[in-house]
C-alpha cells in the first residue's frame, strides 16, 4: 500500500451518494454568506450583460456581511485605529454572468496570514440566458488611514475566521 495516494474502500465501507442539487461539476463548498438579489433592467447595461455598478454593489453586500460577522476584526481596528479594506485580487469579467433574472452571490474566507486574507466571492446567474459562475478574489487587510500600510491582523482574527468557515451552512 505504500505510495498510493488513494485506496479503495475497506470491505463493508459504505459509500457516500451526493444529490446533484448538492454537487455542481465539482467539489460542494459550504458558504457562510448566501444572497439572492433580483436582477433588475437598471442592472443591465446597454450591451445587455450586467453593469459593473450591479456587480459592485452585489459584491460590496456579500463582503459586508462577511465582514459584519467578524467581531474580531472590528476589536482589532477599534483598538488599533486600522481601517478594514479591502482589492481586488484578480481580473473580473462581468460579461460571463450573461443576462440573469436574478443572481446568487456567496462569500468565504481563505488564505489567512499575517496581515491579511483573501475573501473569495461568488457570483452565480439564475435564469435561461446564463453562461456560467463568476469568480472574485479581494484581499481584506487593516490599513492605517494616513499611510496606507498594513497592520498585523492577529491570532484571534485568523481563529475567527477558521470558525466562520467551519460553521458554514450553504453549500453551493
Same mark, same amino acid.
Given at each position: 500500500m505504500a505510495g498510493r495516494l488513494w485506496a479503495a474502500p475497506a470491505a463493508? #465501507?459504505?459509500? &457516500?451518494?451526493? @444529490?446533484? %442539487?448538492?454537487?455542481?461539476?465539482?467539489?460542494?463548498?459550504?458558504? $457562510?454568506?448566501? *444572497?439572492?438579489? #433580483?436582477?433588475?433592467?437598471? +442592472?443591465?447595461? $446597454? +450591451?445587455?450583460? !450586467? %453593469?459593473? =455598478?450591479?456587480? =459592485?454593489?452585489? !459584491?460590496?453586500?456579500?463582503c459586508g456581511e462577511y465582514l459584519d460577522s467578524c467581531?474580531? &476584526?472590528?476589536?482589532?481596528?477599534?483598538? @488599533?485605529?486600522? *481601517?478594514?479594506?479591502?482589492?481586488?485580487?484578480? $481580473?473580473?469579467?462581468?460579461?460571463? &454572468?450573461?443576462? $440573469?433574472?436574478?443572481? !446568487?452571490?456567496?462569500?468565504?474566507?481563505t488564505e489567512v496570514g499575517p496581515s491579511s486574507f483573501r475573501l473569495m466571492v461568488r457570483l452565480r446567474p439564475l435564469g435561461r440566458d446564463c453562461h456560467g459562475t463568476l469568480d472574485a478574489a479581494y484581499v481584506v487587510r487593516l490599513e492605517d488611514p494616513a499611510t496606507g500600510r498594513a497592520g498585523t491582523i492577529g491570532a484571534a482574527v485568523r481563529d475567527e475566521l477558521i470558525a466562520i468557515e467551519g460553521s458554514a451552512r450553504h453549500i453551493g
Open positions: 463493508g #465501507t459504505r459509500r &457516500l451518494a451526493y @444529490s446533484e %442539487r448538492s454537487v455542481t461539476g465539482g467539489f460542494a463548498k459550504r458558504w $457562510p454568506v448566501r *444572497q439572492e438579489h #433580483t436582477v433588475t433592467a437598471a +442592472d443591465i447595461g $446597454p +450591451d445587455g450583460t !450586467v %453593469r459593473a =455598478e450591479a456587480f =459592485e454593489r452585489w !459584491v460590496a453586500s456579500a467581531g474580531a &476584526l472590528r476589536a482589532v481596528a477599534a483598538r @488599533s485605529g486600522l *481601517q478594514p479594506r479591502h482589492r481586488t485580487a484578480g $481580473p473580473r469579467r462581468i460579461e460571463a &454572468l450573461g443576462r $440573469p433574472a436574478a443572481i !446568487v452571490v456567496t462569500a468565504s474566507a
